[in-house]
């Protein structure tokens, strides 16, 4: 099975007030971003899954830069844009027709240009070609490249400009196709333990520490051999070691974690025993939940708390309750000072490994489906009942299964839980998401009634 490549990532960046959030939108194709006419005013950092001719890519939304400006908000998202940048495949350059070419202007575009990443400069506002064009000229000044016209607003020129982004998209190595070696991203909060855990899980096995595919994202990757296999471990404790203040920035962790869970198979989310589950615990969570990837929540610090008999199972029960879409986490309680249980999970892994890894033979699979749809009679509207044909598998990491029914609209998300669940209780798929995939099929259609 060949290894399915992470999304490229493509950062938005430029001075504040070029309209880059509302690029932003008009490629995620949703308001995600905050738009105002205030400069400054995107201080989070926005990620998108977004695709293009069956090119799919990570939008990044980032912060205006002021290069210049001692202002602390204003120099902490210039530091979130060189993340960005750092992190990106292709960055687009964003400038205001309507404001002409300014002196920030050149400034970011000498930043961009040391970053040594494809830049595709971007001239918004032109609401009407035939007239503005001309003023787009003024931004060759720039020594960029060939400026693309756009209007954000009203959706112009967006085709000609994505067609150019997906031309410098790496191409995918066949030494990457082939790596079967497992991925684990190591993802939490700042202060949670992150690098502990991996110098303990490493030892003295450091076998690699590189970059993938030549980018220097903000992640340490390192394969390490334990019981006779090799695994990778991506640390986001990253290269470059922050200052406290840029370290508990929020944005600044979350699209840190965007970068090293796309390249992952597998996410252990690391919680502090002693701060439980927090916001941000689940926003992390859910960037994994999203991308489809397993799940182990390892609880750190185990050993500074004051246990009875009832306390792995309240806590257990709390981060259930918190994190109630990770139902199919696998939890471990921890100490990365003392190493206790941390063996476990390298047994965990292998579990949650093979399991989103599974494949269901389509005979056993119907047989289970079939069995389900007699226990519990499926939805029913106006007198038509749903129906299901047919089941079949049709990938991994995350399994992912096909239904063939007669109506989607009588496929309620309710059913397709409970189906979920009856395929969990036979064959465990623990650790990992599963994903169902409904198609609609006529009363006559191919496959069975």
């Keep these: 099975m060949s290894k399915k490549k992470s999304r490229p990532i493509v950062a938005v960046v430029g001075r504040p007030n070029v309209g880059k959030s509302t690029l932003f939108n008009a490629l995620a194709g949703e308001n995600i971003a905050i738009v105002k006419d205030t400069p400054g005013v995107t201080r989070d950092r926005i990620y998108a899954d977004c695709a293009w001719l069956n090119h799919e890519f990570t939008l990044i939304d980032t912060g205006g830069i002021e290069p210049d400006s001692k202002d602390v908000i204003l120099s902490q998202m210039r530091e979130q844009a060189q ?4 992190m990106a495949d292709v960055i687009l350059f964003m400038t205001d027709v309507k404001t002409g070419m300014m002196d920030a202007d050149g400034k970011v575009a000498d930043m961009l240009r040391r970053a040594h990443k494809p830049v595709i400069l971007v001239v918004n506002k032109v609401d009407r070609f035939d007239v503005m064009t001309p003023d787009v000229y003024e931004f060759y000044n720039l020594g960029i490249g060939d400026p693309f016209p756009v ?20 191409e995918p190595k066949e030494t990457e196709e082939e790596d079967t070696r497992v991925r684990i991203a190591i993802v939490g909060k700042p202060n949670v333990g992150k690098s502990s855990i991996i110098n303990r899980l490493i030892g003295e096995n450091r076998v690699i520490v ?3 595919a030549g980018t220097t994202r903000d992640a340490i990757d390192t394969a390490v051999m334990h019981g006779g296999q090799e695994y990778i471990f991506i640390d986001t404790a990253g290269l470059r070691r922050k200052n406290k203040i840029r370290e508990e920035l929020e944005r600044y ?12 198979d597998i996410t252990v989310l690391v919680i502090d025993a002693k701060e439980g589950v927090s916001e941000q615990d689940a926003k992390i969570a859910g960037i ?6 397993a799940v182990i929540i390892a ?3 185990w050993d500074l708390i004051e246990k009875d008999n009832h306390t792995v199972g309240e806590f257990t029960e709390k ?3 918190t994190l109630s879409f990770l139902s199919y986490a696998e939890i471990l309680f921890i100490s990365a000072e003392t190493g206790q249980r941390l063996g476990r999970l390298y047994d965990l892994i292998d579990t949650v490994s093979a399991n989103q890894n599974l494949r269901i033979q389509t005979g056993v699979l119907n047989e289970i489906i079939t069995e389900a749809v007699v226990m519990q009679q499926p939805p029913s509207d106006k007198g038509r009942m749903l129906k299901i044909y047919y089941a079949t598998q049709v990938g ?4 992912t299964f096909v239904m063939f029914c007669n109506d989607k609209e009588l496929f309620h998300f309710s059913y397709q839980r409970y189906l979920e669940n009856q395929l969990r209780a036979t064959f465990g798929f623990k650790g990992t998401p599963l994903k169902i995939i409904v198609r609609e099929r006529g009363e006559n259609g191919a496959g069975r009634d």
Excluded: Q, W, Y
Aim: net charge positive; glycine share 8%; charged share 30%.
């Design 253 to 264: 962790m979350i699209v840190r974690t965007v970068g090293a869970v796309e390249r992952a």
């Design 396 to 399: 991994v990491k995350p399994p």
């Design 319 to 321: 981060i259930r309750r």
């Design 83 to 86: 993340l960005a940048i750092d």
């Design 288 to 293: 994994a939940h999203d991308r489809g990837k």
């Design 299 to 301: 609880v750190n610090k």
């Design 151 to 170: 209007s954000s607003a009203n959706r112009l020129g967006i085709g000609d400009l994505l067609d150019e982004v997906v031309k410098h998209f790496p």
């Design 210 to 212: 590189s970059d993938i």
